[in-house]
């Protein structure tokens, strides 16, 4: 980042961008006096953000675990059946009516990707306590909800119900079919199985069509009882009362026997020669195209400022190359956009073109991408971008779940806390030179097409522009 670093990171640093002198203990001690994040048991952490500028209170329990094969399909199940309700609400009419006791509490459950792990995440967000009307102990209603969804499921005869597992086996599989609709998610998807193949990071977060006939109540126990057992717990506190909050977790925990996993480390795929794949589809008004880069094997990513930096000049945002070249002065696609991974090591620039031009604006692509890693970068495009980067940073103070987003996403990095203003003083810092180093270092490696099959263009009916 253009940095020259005195000391450990965090830990007495100084750093120097430019003639401008950061000591990070100062400036977070600063940013940060109503954050704090603490252990409270082994792979069990609790994190306090500051929510006085909100009148609603936000408490999210994450559980990141290992990703598995045999049993990614159970537990994209699982999360759908975990919603339906829990022990002391054990259906959606009885959870619903207990939401709204609580002036309308929204409860959701969700399973994500970090890298090669998954996570588990359900959150509630409510009124605090001090707008009750009755003076009722809202977190503590709010915390027996959350916690009980992940902690006390309704099980009959010690597996989940039968019937919330058929309904939600079908709605898994509606949402699997669905993938094929929006031509651009294919697209990306199929890139993806292609790029990964059979790694770990190649699991399908979604499970497999063919094998949720498979899944039943004793499987879809078998792996939240895997889940429980070893993932790393972490509790986002926003607006609630944080030590009660605490106090209810670990009276959650005391009976269970847990060996929590570490984080899976960042892998990267091997270089290899590029290869190309191709499918055509009847009726197809505008085909898809999506190109995977990677780092191969890094030990040491760029930081997540350098990547978004360097991908916002590539094709993240309005004044991109990406955006001003291929798409406006070439008229080569609709849309043209970049994104990477940093814990997969994957760059990703997907677009919509006219079938027929599939080849056009790949190689125009790539000599955007060569332009950038071997020619001039203005320091204009850079700050453009940047300017583009901290006005989504700005606005992060405006919502609970994105300020939640924000540390927790510090956290599978494995990275200090900082605040969004750290985070735009990170942004100012990152150098022409970085971004440009942050490019070379990927390499070119799938590229995928969905296109129109010959004679069919535009006869196939509404095709999705998404």
Request: proline share 5%; with cysteine.
């Amino acid at each position: 980042m253009n940095v020259r670093k005195a000391s450990k990171i965090f830990g007495g640093s100084v750093y120097f961008w430019g003639r401008k002198r950061y000591n990070t203990d100062i400036y977070l001690l600063e940013r940060n006096r109503n954050l704090e994040r603490k252990q409270l048991a082994p792979g069990v952490f609790i994190t306090t953000l500051d929510a006085s500028k909100f009148n609603r209170c936000r408490i999210t329990i994450h559980l990141r675990f290992p990703a598995r094969r045999e049993s990614a399909t159970d537990a994209a199940v699982l999360a759908l059946v975990l919603e339906r309700g829990y022990a002391a609400c054990p259906d959606m009419t009885a959870l619903s009516r207990r939401l709204a006791e609580l002036y309308g509490a929204d409860l959701g459950v969700d399973l994500s990707n970090a890298g090669t792990d998954r996570i588990l995440s359900a959150d509630i967000c409510g009124i605090q306590d001090r707008y009750a009307l009755r003076g009722e102990n809202l977190t503590d209603a709010y915390a027996d909800i959350v916690f009980g969804t992940i902690f006390d499921p309704y099980l009959v005869d010690g597996v989940f119900d039968a019937e919330a597992v058929r309904i939600e086996t079908e709605t898994q599989a509606r949402r699997l079919e669905a993938e094929y609709n929006s031509k651009r998610l294919y697209c990306v998807r199929q890139a993806r199985r292609k790029f990964f193949g059979d790694s770990p990071a190649g699991i399908e977060l979604g499970g497999y069509p063919g094998e949720l006939v498979n899944v039943t109540p004793a499987s879809l126990k078998a792996e939240y009882d895997r889940i429980l057992a070893s993932a790393t717990i972490d509790v986002m506190v926003q607006g609630a009362d944080e030590a009660r909050v605490a106090d209810l977790l670990l009276q959650k925990l005391q009976h269970l026997s847990r060996t929590p996993q570490p984080f899976a480390a960042p892998m990267g795929m091997p270089a290899a020669p590029v290869r190309h794949f191709r499918e055509e589809i009847p009726g197809l008004t505008q085909a898809k195209l999506c190109m995977l880069f990677t780092a191969g094997d890094n030990p040491n990513p760029p930081s997540v400022s350098i990547l978004r930096a360097a991908m916002s000049v590539l094709g993240g945002s309005a004044t991109s190359r990406l955006f001003r070249n291929v798409r406006e002065k070439q008229s080569l696609c609709y849309y043209c956009g970049s994104a990477a991974q940093r814990a997969t090591g994957v760059m990703m620039i997907d677009s919509g073109v006219e079938p027929g031009k599939e080849e056009q604006a790949e190689a125009a692509i790539l000599a955007e991408w060569e332009a950038l890693k071997n020619g001039p970068l203005t320091q204009e495009e850079l700050d453009d971008c940047r300017r583009g980067l901290i006005s989504g940073m700005d606005a992060l103070g405006d919502s609970l779940a994105a300020l939640e987003s924000w540390y927790y996403g510090q956290i599978t990095r494995g990275e200090p806390l900082y605040p969004p203003e750290y985070g735009k003083v990170l942004t100012n810092a990152v150098s022409l030179d970085e971004v440009r180093q942050a490019l070379q270092g990927y390499s070119y490696s799938v590229c995928y097409t969905v296109t129109a099959k010959p004679g069919t263009q535009g006869k196939g009916g509404a095709e999705d522009v998404r």
